[in-house]
């Protein structure tokens, strides 16, 4: 693999595991805060796609549509807190699991009722459809560049949201010890919904952003669920450092695969999770 | 956290009444079902074995795993291997060789698994049932993503020897009562090992493994044996289940297979084996319902099944989360209060 090649498949590998990151990030805090097992978090993301394209081919614009559809999930997030996980906070994890699973159906069908089965292409933005040639033959596009800048943008918003506001003090306040922080005044009810939206809307432009890049299709939220449960139990439940470094870490080691053992690709990211779990069996950074 | 459930270990004599009756119904029912029937009822009853050794580990020891559905599957194409393009091989010694397959993928996964607790062990059983998902999608060597033909069913001769004209699997009714028998054997083996020293360790992890450690159990042994008996029996399911349909592909191993499991656990109600018994009948009864719905307009209700049966699980647990047996033990319950 000469430099130009090695280069390529690094970005690509660092974009992929940020994208994992933003999904991820949503899926460690639910649980780390709320105690919730989501296995609805893929859905999140196939709802983001879905709405990336349909949004956008009605404003005419990626970058519209995306605004428009974090609004939309933000308010999809609080509504589905309000009606029903809210009271699944303090649920056996079974329950979480059926609840979230009856929800993947409901969400697959209700997809397949309003977009139908097909899959769809979303065009890249003018502005960003151009590549950067790096030898002869070989380019990277800009659009992938664009996609790994909003995610790192998007953590480190997240970083200082967490560790810097009020509102992050209040949500550490509530993941350290619910009862005591709702004795000190602080809505944790509030809290809860904040967080839950937070994660949906995350997970769903993750979706939007990645739309052009991998299309959007039928069952898109499971491949990409699996992969995040991984990046959580290498990471570490509740961790959103973790996170962050198991997904890179599961970029690489896919991406890299894919390329220098083709033949096990699939299954070494799983090997990955396999080798932590021995040397640490609660992942790397538990909370 | 599932120690919050309660399970029902002794079955109320009402609920062992209805179950005797069950078992006339099913002994009685090829006499009166058209084949159509008699093939489903004998799927129902695939999943009823394979719903029983889930609960092995989700009612009896408090695992809730989401990746069971590879232990099905690891048989189903283990059979597939052991059956040469031309000719049909004997039950007898590839059964146990499927079932040994089943067994030891779940013994090496389960070395690991096992480390983890509660929402570990979920996510890492869905992932690791995942990756045999993939090590099979991907190769075409085991058949790819389309999957693997059994082109014939095993045969039970004995030495060579067919006792009867009808002792052969071909034979629709006589796979049918192959299946109860063995859905029998397996009911019984279960209840057993429930009440067996060995099954009261398991109970023992559910409720305080802490206690259990403390008390000098070696926990990590008593899981990997539950784990590793589950996947085996999960695949004598699997190895029916492919001798029935006479094919096997990667789907029935995925997580919604695995997740169908745990729905036909809490459906009838956990850790008793026999409501996992009525919980695979029901549900799988419930699934051939919604695909079944009639157009209604230009609406096809049964194209939607999806929808009907997330809105299903939600209600039940939201409304019902422990089953079939849980309701009737609460009906029983308000009556005698009544009484009083």
Known sequence: ?287 | MSTMKANLEVLPRGVQVALALGLIALVAFPFTGTDFYVQMVTRMMIMAIFAMSLDLLQGVTGLVSLGHAAYFGLAGYALAFLMPQGEAVSLWWTLPLAVLASGLGALIIGFFVVRTHGIYFIMVTMAFAQMIFFLFFDNKVLGGSDGLYINFKPTIALFGWTPFAWWDLDNKHTLYYFTLAVLLLVYAFLRRLLWSPFGRALAGIRVNEHRMRAMGFGTFRYKLTAFTLAGALAGLAGYLWGTQTGYINPELMGFHMSAHGIMMVILGGMGNFAGAIVGAFAFEYLLHVFKDLPRIGSVNLGKHWQLWMGLFIVLLVTFAPRGILGLVERFGKSRKAGDE
């Not at chain 1, 929800?103 to 933005?125: A, Q, T």
């Not at chain 1, 992938?144 to 506001?165: D, E, H, P």
């Not at chain 1, 979706?207 to 939220?221: C, F, L, T």
């Not at chain 1, 970029?251 to 021995?278: E, H, I, N, R």
């Open chain 1, 1 to 287: 693999m000469d430099l130009a090649n090695f280069l390529i498949q690094l970005l690509n590998s660092v974009q992929y595991g940020l994208l994992l990151f933003m999904l991820a990030a949503g899926l460690t805090l639910i649980f780390g805060i709320m105690g919730v097992v989501n296995l609805a978090h893929g859905s999140f993301y196939m709802l983001g796609a879905y709405l990336a394209w349909s949004l956008s081919a009605q404003l005419g614009s990626l970058t519209l549509a995306i605004l428009v559809g974090a609004v939309l999930s933000a308010i999809f997030g609080l509504a589905l807190e309000w009606l029903l996980f809210r009271h699944f906070y303090h649920r056996d994890h079974l329950d979480q699991v059926l609840l979230t699973f009856g929800l993947i159906y409901i969400f697959e069908e209700l997809r397949s009722i309003l977009w139908g089965d097909d899959v769809h292409g979303v065009p890249i933005p003018e502005l960003l459809s151009a590549s950067i040639p790096l030898t002869d033959n070989l380019s990277y596009p800009v659009y992938r560049l664009f996609m790994s800048a909003v995610c790192i943008a998007l953590a480190v918003g997240l970083y200082l949201l967490i560790s810097k506001t009020r509102l992050g003090m209040k949500i550490r306040a509530g993941a350290f010890n619910r009862d005591m922080a709702g004795a000190l005044g602080i809505n944790i009810k509030l809290i809860h919904a904040v967080v839950f939206a937070l994660g949906v809307t995350l997970a769903a432009v993750a979706g939007m952003i990645a739309a052009p890049v991998a299309s959007v299709y039928p069952n898109m939220g499971s491949q990409v669920l699996i992969m995040c449960f991984v990046v959580v139990v290498i990471g570490g439940i509740g961790s959103v450092r973790g996170a962050m470094i198991a997904a890179l870490l599961v970029g690489l080691v896919d991406t890299f695969g894919k390329v220098l053992l083709p033949s096990v690709a699939g299954m070494l990211v799983y090997m990955l999770m396999a080798a932590v779990l021995l040397w640490k069996p609660e992942g790397l950074f538990k909370q």
